[in-house]
């Protein structure tokens, strides 16, 4: 079957640097996203991998491994606004569907 | 402004009653979806539609129904038939780079 894995919830402190990882056991797919959601709110676009490899967006950087099943994502200089769920999802070819991980819970604490 | 209008913000279904979530886009986008999100989960999709009058099941269509009648609009109903409907309803439209752009959602409860 087609699964996500995620810590369910980080903390970091304001400044810090905070990797959120994605493991997955499924293949054939386009690439590996990154949304962001704070607590009531709709889930908003970060990033996205198609090749293996590094793709920096400002603070926020996400990697693939597909020889690893492997992503993550990196929050650099945190800032307090950062407290927010953070969803990894596979783009399937073909019905470009997302299938989500359950999502990780950052807390940023001063 | 281009975007996502979900309506109601807020929905309360009686017992046997069918409701109906509003979705527009004014993004010009073929593809549409829906999504059910429950506290503390992932968002899990009900259907989408790649073009108008065509949608697809997705992982949990069981009780829900779609329309795609227009490119803009494209309203998810909640059956009597779906016994758990309680939750967070999310729509969503593709764009460039297979990018999704979501609504402000709708919270769904049960009286």
């Known amino acids: 079957g087609q699964s996500l894995e995620q810590p369910s919830e980080v903390t970091a402190v304001e400044g810090a640097i905070v990797q959120i990882n994605c493991t997955y056991q499924?293949?054939?797919?386009?690439?590996l996203s990154w949304y962001q959601q704070h607590d009531g709110g709709a889930p908003t676009f970060l990033s996205y991998?198609?090749?293996?490899g590094l793709e920096e967006t400002g603070r926020f950087s996400s990697f693939l491994s597909r020889s690893d099943s492997y992503g993550y994502l990196l929050l650099q200089e945190l800032q307090m606004k950062d407290s927010a769920s953070y969803f990894c999802?596979?783009?399937?070819?073909?019905?470009?569907?997302?299938?989500f991980g359950k999502g990780t819970k950052l807390s940023v604490i001063p | 402004d281009g975007g996502i209008t979900q309506s109601p913000k807020y929905l309360f279904r009686k017992e046997g009653q069918n409701v109906t979530l509003s979705c527009e886009q004014n993004?010009?986008?073929?593809?549409m979806y829906w999504y059910r999100q429950d506290p503390g989960q992932g968002l899990r999709l009900i259907y989408y539609?790649?073009?108008?009058?065509?949608?697809q099941k997705g992982d949990i269509a069981e009780g829900y129904s779609v329309s795609r009648e227009k490119k803009e609009s494209f309203p998810l109903t909640v059956t009597s038939a779906q016994k758990n409907p309680t939750a967070f309803y999310l729509c969503?439209?593709?764009?460039?780079?297979?990018?999704?752009?979501f609504g402000a959602g709708t919270r769904l409860s049960v009286l």
């Open positions: 969503a439209s593709r764009g460039q780079g297979n990018i999704q752009y």
């Open positions: 539609s790649q073009i108008v009058n065509d949608f």
């Open positions: 999802a596979v783009l399937w070819a073909g019905s470009y569907q997302l299938t």
């Open positions: 991998n198609a090749l293996d």
């Open positions: 499924t293949s054939g797919f386009y690439g």
């Open positions: 993004l010009n986008h073929d593809a």
